[in-house]
T-cell receptor, first 111, second 114 residues
Framework: DAKTTQPTSMDCAEGRAANLPCNHSTISGNEYVYWYRQIHSQGPQYIIHGLKNNETNEMASLIITEDRKSSTLILPHATLRDTAVYYCIVRVGISQGNLIFGKGTKLSVKP | EPEVTQTPSHQVTQMGQEVILRCVPISNHLYFYWYRQILGQKVEFLVSFYNNEISEKSEIFDDQFSVERPDGSNFTLKIRSTKLEDSAMYFC????????????FGEGSRLTVL
């Protein structure tokens, strides 16, 4: 089973920041936190990943707590196209690529 | 932007028939994967493939499944004798390396078994 806990659903107003939390209290030292999303029934899309430092790219920011037991994905200015299921996944960096998807958070961005 | 392409987008087949789902991974990628998603359920790992052999497979990937890279561009998933419960969306993915890199997923092939 997935080693993360996420809220089932969240709403966000268009143009506002969407903050998606993830709990991974059993994460081990060599495991990274990855975020993917799935828009409708399309293939999952990579968003960002990190180990312990905060990360930012053109899509989002990832804030990881100092004890690494939780993290937050931030979409700074959510648009309607960001409506999707967001998956938080912990994975050993050097691995087979076997991503274990949980149920994720269904983010609904509303006008 | 390079992308993973999958064909067919939708296939309907009769129970017991063989099905081949095709994928063209991103050209410089070396690691290939199949995942599936039954309607309304989680995305599930099936198999990973590297250097012309299976690297890892899940319990779902039993003897009725096989994968092949028949040439330098295609990566296929064969289901030998389809069952009703094989109805799902099948996603192919590829990655440049097995480490920290992201997996790039295709848009999926929807398989409906009647």
């Amino acid at each position: 089973d997935a080693k993360t806990t996420q809220p089932t659903s969240m709403d966000c107003a268009e143009g506002r920041a969407a903050n998606l939390p993830c709990n991974h209290s059993t994460i081990s030292g060599n495991e990274y936190v990855y975020w993917y999303r799935q828009i409708h029934s399309q293939g999952p899309q990579y968003i960002i990943h990190g180990l312990k430092n905060n990360e930012t790219n053109e899509m989002a920011s990832l804030i990881i707590t100092e004890d690494r037991k939780s993290s937050t994905l931030i979409l700074p200015h959510a648009t309607l196209r960001d409506t999707a299921v967001y998956y938080c996944i912990v994975r050993v960096g050097i691995s087979q690529g076997n991503l274990i998807f949980g149920k994720g958070t269904k983010l609904s961005v509303k006008p | 932007e390079p992308e993973v392409t999958q064909t067919p987008s939708h296939q309907v087949t009769q129970m017991g028939q063989e099905v081949i789902l095709r994928c063209v991974p991103i050209s410089n990628h070396l690691y290939f994967y199949w995942y599936r998603q039954i309607l309304g359920q989680k995305v599930e790992f099936l198999v990973s493939f590297y250097n012309n052999e299976i690297s890892e497979k899940s319990e779902i990937f039993d003897d009725q499944f096989s994968v092949e890279r028949p040439d330098g561009s295609n990566f296929t998933l064969k289901i030998r004798s389809t069952k009703l419960e094989d109805s799902a969306m099948y996603f192919c993915a590829s990655s440049e390396d097995r480490g920290f890199g992201e997996l790039f997923f295709g848009e999926g092939s929807r398989l409906t078994v009647l």
